[in-house]
């Protein structure tokens, strides 16, 4: 990892579509080297997925997503890390991560309705072994994904020319 | 009826982008180049500060020089990051933009028939401001082989002994030149030896991809006879807060207060509270903004090599100057049949003075896609004369 590196990652995770003859314009690297290092960043497992911001409101598709945070009694040796992995092989778990403040885990859950996600939580999250106590939020509306703003803002109007 | 418009205001030459302002503004999906703004907006939490002045109810006049905390913080501020040295009580003013400063900056030590030297291609007020104040606008060029910077040997063919002062800008609007330490030193010589003034604009400081900005007034004995300019504007996409200051020894600093505080009272006050907040805590928000601003220049001047158009690679601001010589068409006329032809607005070099022409100024403060489009404008253009 040097400051190119970074240069590289915070580009893609800007744009992860752009061609390496782009990001090599933007870099002064030649495409050959962008490609390169995109690969060794992908190969260590730096780079994890190349995915996409999608507003699903907008698309009308109906998913229902809450917050679930939950409070977790810490195994010896282990930590929250065994419980937080077990949590993280289900599919409805989108992001999971441990917090301080009143509660340990915090899971980002999807599902068709809010019958899967509740069904989810009380089947599957609250009767597992050393979770305590549960809080499910479930999302109203989303304003902002990952540094994205969802809602529509005008275009700031400027002057075709000024000096 | 006499005509009552004064000679100085009749003399002031008239736009040179009026033409192309007017035709742009009937023309849709024009992608212009020919802004010098930044395309950001102004980061959230100054516009929250702002705001918030405001429901508090600090809308009145601000002391002339400008609030106290805000010219404390930038004393604060110039000296870390420039090693610049003002008193924010005697050598401070606070400034409606970089456009006021430079205002008063001429007026309070040019007097009629006093010759000034502008370093050119260069914004487009100075000359004119100059002659407002009953000066001599004195052109040097800088020249695409010495990258646009000031070139001591041409400044010393300019001097008379009715020179009274130099007008320099770098990071330079048209050209993205700067000066580096050594190009500063000899043109540090020459001022000081023929007793002259600088007047040095560095609204761009923060804007600089190879090397951090020397600010003048830090070379050898140049502080005791700097002006030194600067703003909120492009650093901090504040342009149009209205914020600016004007750095210089006690009396010259006195003088300019004088004429500020005549014409211009203060700064705006929300404006000011705004650029203290930028100080704080926006400086995560502005170095994201020259991280793209590089990407963007790294491929967009690539691009105008590819595509036949030289330009040098600039060092700061947010422009590239390249060349039109190759096309056989003057800045002018590129300008002008790219804009009808494929809707791509440039500003035409010869607008910014001795050394312009031939030139575009095409200001990479917009979004890659536009510049990408742009690009891809210019080279169909290029390709069909």
Same mark, same amino acid.
């Given at each position: 990892?040097?400051?190119?590196?970074?240069?590289?990652?915070?580009?893609?995770?800007?744009? *992860?579509?752009?061609?390496?003859?782009?990001?090599?314009?933007?870099?002064?690297?030649?495409? +050959?080297?962008?490609?390169?290092?995109? =690969?060794?960043?992908?190969?260590?497992?730096?780079?994890? %997925?190349?995915?996409?911001?999608?507003?699903?409101?907008?698309?009308?598709?109906?998913?229902?997503?809450?917050?679930?945070?939950?409070?977790?009694?810490?195994?010896?040796?282990?930590?929250?890390?065994?419980?937080?992995?077990?949590?993280?092989?289900?599919?409805?778990?989108?992001?999971?991560?441990?917090?301080?403040?009143?509660?340990?885990?915090?899971?980002?859950?999807?599902?068709?309705?809010?019958?899967?996600?509740?069904?989810?939580?009380?089947? =599957?999250?609250?009767?597992? !072994?050393?979770?305590?106590?549960?809080?499910?939020?479930?999302?109203?509306?989303?304003?902002?994904?990952?540094?994205?703003?969802?809602?529509?803002?005008?275009?700031?109007?400027?002057?075709?020319?000024?000096? | 009826?006499?005509?009552?418009?004064?000679?100085?205001?009749?003399?002031?030459?008239?736009?040179?982008?009026?033409?192309?302002? !007017?035709?742009?503004?009937?023309?849709?999906?024009?992608?212009?180049?020919?802004?010098?703004?930044?395309?950001?907006?102004?980061?959230?939490?100054?516009?929250?500060?702002?705001?918030?002045?405001?429901?508090?109810?600090?809308?009145?006049?601000?002391?002339?020089?400008?609030?106290?905390?805000?010219?404390?913080?930038?004393?604060?501020?110039?000296?870390?990051?420039?090693?610049?040295?003002?008193?924010?009580? $005697?050598?401070?003013?606070?400034?409606?933009?970089?456009?006021?400063?430079?205002?008063? +900056?001429?007026?309070?030590?040019?007097?009629?028939? $006093?010759?000034?030297?502008?370093?050119?291609?260069?914004?487009?007020?100075?000359?004119?401001?100059?002659?407002?104040?009953?000066?001599?606008?004195?052109?040097?060029?800088?020249?695409?082989?010495?990258?646009?910077?000031?070139?001591? !040997? %041409?400044?010393?063919?300019?001097?008379?002994?009715?020179?009274?002062?130099?007008?320099?800008?770098?990071?330079?609007?048209?050209?993205?030149?700067?000066?580096?330490?050594? $190009?500063?030193?000899?043109?540090?010589?020459?001022?000081?030896?023929? !007793?002259?003034?600088?007047?040095?604009?560095?609204?761009?400081?923060?804007?600089?991809?190879?090397?951090?900005?020397?600010?003048?007034?830090?070379?050898?004995?140049?502080?005791?006879?700097?002006?030194?300019?600067?703003?909120?504007? %492009?650093?901090?996409?504040?342009?149009?807060?209205?914020?600016?200051?004007?750095?210089?020894?006690?009396?010259?600093?006195?003088?300019?207060?004088?004429?500020?505080?005549?014409?211009?009272?203060?700064?705006?006050?929300?404006?000011?509270?705004?650029?203290?907040?930028?100080?704080?805590?926006?400086?995560?928000?502005?170095?994201?903004?020259? *991280?793209?601003?590089?990407?963007?220049?790294?491929?967009?001047?690539?691009?105008?090599?590819?595509?036949?158009?030289?330009? =040098?690679?600039?060092?700061?601001?947010?422009?590239?100057?390249?060349?039109?010589?190759?096309?056989?068409?003057?800045?002018?006329?590129?300008?002008?049949?790219?804009?009808?032809?494929?809707?791509?607005?440039?500003?035409?070099?010869?607008?910014?003075?001795?050394?312009?022409?031939?030139?575009?100024?095409?200001?990479?403060?917009?979004?890659?896609?536009?510049?990408?489009?742009?690009?891809?404008?210019?080279?169909?253009?290029?390709?069909?004369?």
């Amino acid at each position: 990892m040097d400051d190119k590196d970074l240069e590289l990652l915070r580009i893609l995770e800007e744009n *992860s579509r752009l061609s390496a003859q782009e990001i090599g314009s933007m870099t002064n690297l030649i495409p +050959a080297e962008v490609e390169a290092r995109i =690969h060794a960043l992908e190969e260590s497992r730096i780079i994890r %997925k190349y995915t996409t911001v999608i507003n699903w409101e907008k698309a009308g598709n109906g998913e229902v997503s809450a917050i679930i945070e939950l409070k977790v009694s810490p195994e010896r040796d282990f930590g929250y890390d065994r419980i937080a992995e077990r949590l993280s092989r289900f599919r409805q778990v989108r992001t999971l991560r441990l917090i301080t403040g009143t509660y340990d885990l915090q899971l980002m859950v999807s599902g068709k309705n809010v019958q899967e996600v509740s069904r989810f939580v009380s089947e =599957h999250v609250a009767p597992m !072994d050393r979770i305590r106590e549960t809080a499910t939020h479930i999302v109203m509306k989303s304003y902002k994904e990952n540094g994205n703003t969802l809602f529509e803002q005008q275009e700031a109007e400027r002057l075709p020319y000024s000096f | 009826m006499r005509n009552f418009v004064s000679d100085r205001a009749r003399d002031i030459p008239p736009s040179g982008i009026r033409k192309f302002f !007017d035709l742009a503004l009937t023309m849709s999906d024009v992608i212009s180049l020919g802004v010098g703004e930044p395309d950001f907006r102004t980061p959230w939490n100054i516009c929250e500060a702002g705001i918030y002045s405001v429901e508090q109810g600090a809308t009145s006049y601000t002391p002339n020089r400008g609030l106290q905390t805000l010219r404390r913080a930038l004393a604060i501020h110039l000296a870390n990051r420039y090693q610049l040295r003002y008193s924010p009580d $005697d050598e401070m003013i606070i400034t409606t933009g970089v456009s006021e400063g430079l205002d008063i +900056a001429i007026r309070a030590i040019v007097n009629p028939g $006093d010759e000034v030297l502008i370093a050119e291609p260069s914004y487009v007020s100075y000359a004119p401001c100059v002659a407002l104040a009953g000066g001599i606008p004195v052109p040097i060029e800088c020249t695409e082989q010495d990258h646009f910077r000031l070139n001591p !040997d %041409k400044l010393q063919e300019k001097i008379t002994p009715k020179s009274k002062a130099l007008i320099v800008n770098f990071p330079n609007n048209p050209t993205g030149a700067i000066m580096r330490k050594e $190009d500063l030193e000899p043109i540090a010589d020459i001022v000081t030896d023929r !007793d002259l003034m600088l007047i040095s604009d560095e609204v761009y400081s923060e804007l600089t991809y190879e090397s951090p900005h020397v600010a003048a007034a830090t070379v050898k004995d140049l502080r005791e006879r700097t002006i030194t300019l600067n703003g909120f504007s %492009k650093a901090y996409a504040m342009t149009g807060w209205r914020i600016g200051y004007l750095c210089a020894p006690k009396e010259i600093c006195d003088a300019a207060l004088k004429i500020h505080q005549y014409v211009m009272l203060c700064a705006p006050a929300m404006g000011q509270i705004g650029a203290l907040e930028a100080l704080r805590s926006a400086e995560d928000e502005k170095t994201s903004m020259i *991280s793209e601003y590089r990407l963007r220049r790294n491929s967009f001047v690539a691009g105008l090599n590819r595509i036949g158009l030289s330009c =040098h690679v600039p060092e700061g601001a947010f422009y590239a100057f390249p060349s039109v010589k190759g096309t056989g068409l003057s800045d002018v006329e590129f300008a002008e049949r790219l804009l009808r032809e494929q809707r791509v607005a440039v500003v035409p070099g010869s607008v910014f003075g001795a050394g312009g022409e031939y030139h575009l100024r095409c200001a990479y403060a917009v979004s890659r896609e536009e510049l990408t489009e742009a690009l891809g404008r210019m080279e169909s253009f290029i390709n069909g004369l």
